[in-house]
């Protein structure tokens, strides 16, 4: 394969990359304290990753209420927000780009992860999935639902998470709106009973995403807000249903101005559902034209693949997720053509360094420093 298109620069709002390769987010439990503070090891961690064009952060709970994940960072406090700025000196000290994505986890959050209290969402329905505490994965609760003051004050949350985002040192802001988070549950019909502003139409249902998009956008700036935000199908109420499409083209029309849109692409077989025209490339087809900003492409990515996005204008840039785990040299690995190495699976939402900061780089080859050939 030819990789040169993931090597020319772009632009994604206020950020020049150097290159089309995005590290995706990923959350890896590391920030292992009752303060939700990231930590040095994380700064190392990402710093390793400072070759990628941009690196969006792990989730990063924007408020104790959205905190739902056993060991994940926050960016509501002045401690938080000082653990960051060591991660973002660290990636900025290696070259590289960082911006924090901003996520309230609704329902998926547990009692466990809140002194007892019941988590919020929409409305009083379970999602049926599991919640990560610290005694490990366990069933969802039906939360309770949010009242319209409680919808303002998150609102305000992300913006005020946004502001301490940049006050820590990020390049730029992502909110997390697809998998199974609050706006995702608000935007669902399954999981949004509402009969108020916030629920019944899709336009009601969309409410609380382009709510926190705007608010979000007017503290950082439109051209360091970006979204995460694609259609899924995945369990219990979160399968795709008829409304699933109507509804992100309802949301992604309506996003002017923005840095960019990671879109994943279906990482669950759409065959025979409401998104099967989605399938494969389907997804950046379908949604290119009805987004102005830099659009990212990603789930299941190759170079092979991502060049050839790039190239018919389906895409701008490439997140890799999972092969950037073990590869913190990806993209000098995906120039050269070189093999990526594999994640262990059992590290990855483990404690400590080992399959997080110890994946070793590939020993650089410039050939211009090779010495020369002795000639016989
Ligand atoms: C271990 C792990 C943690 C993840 N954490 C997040 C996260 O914090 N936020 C998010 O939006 N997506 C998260 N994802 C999804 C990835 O960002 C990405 O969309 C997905 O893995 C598909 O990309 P890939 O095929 O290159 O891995 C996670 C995925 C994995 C495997």
Known sequence: MNPAPLFTPVRMGDLELPNRIAMAPLTRMRADNPSHVPTDLQAAYYAQRAAAGVIVGEATAVSPDGFGWHDTPGLWSAEQVAGWRRVTEAVHGAGGRMIAQLWHTGSISHPDLRAGALPVSASAVDPVQRSVTAAGRVPTVTPRAMSVAEIRQTVADYATAARNAIAAGFDGVQILANFLYLPAQFLNKATNQRTDAYGGSIEGRARLTLEIVDAVASAVGPQRTGIKLSPMHESGPFQANDETLPAAEYVISRLTGLSHLLLMGAQTDFTGTPLEVLSGDGMF????????????????????????????????????????????????????????????????????????????????????????????
Do not use: C, K
Request: avoid cysteine; charged fraction near 15%; charge should be negative.
């Open 285 to 376: 087809a379908h949604f290119r034209p009805l987004f102005d900003g830099t659009l990212i492409a990603n789930t299941g990515m190759t170079g092979e693949r991502g060049a050839r996005l790039i190239e018919t204008g389906l895409a701008d840039v490439i997140a890799f997720g999972r092969p950037f785990i073990a590869n913190p040299d990806l993209p000098a690995r995906l120039a050269a053509g070189d093999p990526l190495a594999d994640v262990d699976w059992s590290t990855v939402y483990a404690a400590g360094p080992a399959g997080y900061t110890d994946y070793p780089a590939l020993p650089t080859r410039d050939l211009a420093l090779a010495p020369a050939p002795v000639q016989s």
